[in-house]
């Protein structure tokens, strides 16, 4: 689960808790500069 990716724009960059992005593919392509958090559960 994404929950945050700083590349993405606001609101969509930081996730609230039990807002996360579930990843469609074990696959995450990141772009330059950024940040990237993901969680599992």
């Known amino acids: 689960m994404r929950v945050i ?3 993405r724009q606001s609101p969509h960059d930081i996730m609230e808790p039990g807002e996360e992005v579930p990843l469609q593919s074990m696959d995450y392509t990141l ?3 950024s940040v990237v958090v993901l969680i599992s559960r």
């Open 5 to 7: 990716d700083t590349a």
């Open 31 to 33: 772009q330059a500069r």
